[in-house]
């Protein structure tokens, strides 16, 4: 059908020449047109507009930056001479889990990886690593492959050498501190500080390996310090080298060579100061003033070294006033050893040498003295407790002290008196005595350390003259003890031994 053409009676608007408006702009005077400029300048504003709108996206369409073709999508659509691909669904479905379950094993060795990572395994486990991730990067090849099976497999294989080395980090931690160790040891700062700083990435809260590291830091200074110290001792200059010392104490407080030395150092002066001292004294004692002597050796007893030197020479400084102290000391000690009063004897003996220590008489005379006063201990014990002569360890040790004091020469009275008396006592010990035993015969009976009796009316035996104790026994009764002596005039005549008190049982 064609179309007829719609005849408008009206005015064309769009008819510039139909339009009053522009009827009456045209017939406005020349010189009120635009200038010519601006009508070039919006002709080429339209011609970059229409070269963005239809020109630009086929040109965006073709290259992609940085301004390389585009792969031309049609090469990669199939064409309709490719088969379809006949793979069902569920096969696709059990490619997609084992996509699935390769990425979750690559997610964990990216994890481990990361760890070993942080911790600069690159430092102490280069190879173990490049070795995981170069099955790792196998198992890439087979993802791409789309062989996810063998891809998770290599995975897995990579992971597990990776989780591997990631535990032996305990172990590395440990090797890595001795190896720091021994750096330090052997006095190489820069290796100390490297390996106590990889121990600290291995675990940030060793405070051993932080410590390290902070003394590795001014090991080198440290060391030049001791150095310096040791040089002054050489020099005598005891002040300086103390002052090294502690400044490389200020500097490591766990170093252990500063501390000795600054020991060493302190005793270095204090003998240094206690010589001057003593030397100060000896020019006063020879100078004829004893008095200020004694009180310069004093002064050096009181400085805390070599003090029986400052007393010997305080001794040899009042060895003439203490003369006649001593005579006077050695009259009391004859006076006593003659009355066999050995402890007196002793007590004299240690004035004498608190006098002066060195003093033979002094030496030699207190040794007897306190071996007699040994000797008259166990002499009066003895005597003072005849009846434990009956145990035969007693007797034996008793006899022994006998012998000792009868070989002493020249024994004084008292001696002789006493060994007399524990003569008597040793002799009538060994003699037997008949004891008789009374009891009900219902009592089960035993004389300690001696024998059981068991049940009886009467009962003889003899025994040697000392202590003893029976104890009588009976069901229902309460136990009985009889101590009783034998000899030294105590023997008694029975000893009864009955159990005849009933034990009252209270009821609740």
């Known amino acids: ?61 073709e290259y992609e930056l940085p301004l390389e073709r585009r792969a031309d999508i049609s090469e990669l659509v199939p064409t309709p ?25 690559l997610a964990q060795l990216l994890e481990t990886q990361a760890e070993l990572t942080a911790i600069e395994v690159q430092q102490w486990g280069q190879d173990a690593f490049d070795s ?62 490297m390996q106590y700083s990889l121990a600290l990435v291995l675990d940030p809260l060793n405070e051993a390996a932080s410590r390290g590291l902070d003394r590795a830091r001014v090991l080198g200074e440290v060391n030049t310090l001791i150095a ?26 766990y170093n252990e060579i500063a501390p000795v030395g600054l020991t060493k150092v302190a005793g270095l002066i204090k003998e240094r100061d206690f010589a001057r001292v003593m030397s100060r004294g000896y020019v006063l ?9 004694i009180a310069v050796f004093e002064e050096a007893s009181n400085m805390g070294i070599n003090k029986d030197q400052a007393l010997a020479a305080i001794a040899q400084t009042e060895n003439e006033i203490a003369n006649v102290e001593i005579n006077s000391l050695r009259r009391v000690i004859s006076t006593a050893e003659s009355a066999e009063k050995w402890q007196e004897a002793v007590d ?23 071996k007699r006063e040994r000797l008259n201990s166990l002499l009066v014990s003895a005597i003072n407790n005849p009846e434990r002569l009956s145990e035969d360890d007693v007797f034996q040790q008793t006899l022994d002290v006998y012998y000792t004091g009868r070989a002493i020469d020249n024994p004084g009275p008292v001696l002789i008196e006493q060994l007399d008396s524990l003569e008597a006592f040793l002799e ?81």
């Open 1 to 61: 059908m064609s179309e007829k053409p719609i005849e408008n009676s009206q005015t064309d608007d769009t008819n510039p020449s139909s339009n009053s408006v522009f009827n009456d702009r045209a017939a406005a005077p020349a010189q009120n047109k635009p200038p010519v400029a601006l009508y070039l300048g919006l002709g080429s504003l339209v011609v970059v507009a229409l070269f963005v709108i239809f020109v630009l996206p086929s040109i965006v369409s």
């Open 81 to 105: 001479s490719t088969p379809v691909s006949n793979v069902s669904p569920f096969e696709e479905s059990q490619r997609a889990i084992a996509r699935k379950n390769a990425q979750d094993v």
């Open 132 to 193: 995981a991730l170069a099955k790792a990067a196998a198992g890439d090849e087979y993802y791409r492959a789309q062989e996810f099976t063998a891809a998770t497999e290599s995975y897995e294989s990579g992971k597990a050498e990776l989780e591997a080395l990631l535990e032996t980090v305990p172990n590395v931690l440990v090797q890595t501190m001795i190896e720091a160790e021994s750096a330090f040891n052997a006095g190489n700062a820069a290796e100390a500080q």
């Open 228 to 253: 310096q110290a040791e040089e002054f001792i050489e020099d005598n200059a005891l002040e300086e080298a103390q002052g090294a010392y502690r400044e490389a104490v200020n500097l490591d407080s």
């Open 285 to 293: 004692l020879e100078s004829g003033d004893p008095d200020a002597a």
């Open 348 to 370: 004299n003996y240690d004035k004498v040498l608190a006098i002066d220590p060195n003093l033979t008489f002094a030496i030699e005379g207190r040794d007897y003295a306190f």
């Open 428 to 508: 009538n010990s060994q003699i037997p005595i008949d004891i008789q035993f009374v009891s009900d015969n219902l009592t089960d009976v035993t004389l300690l350390r001696v024998a059981s009796l068991g049940a009886f009316e009467r009962y003889e035996m003899s025994l040697k003259p000392g202590r003893y104790v029976a104890v009588g026994k009976r069901a229902g009764y309460r136990e009985v003890r009889q101590e009783f002596v034998v000899g030294f005039n105590q023997t008694p005549s029975l000893v009864i031994v009955k159990c005849d008190e009933p034990v009252v049982v209270t009821k609740r």
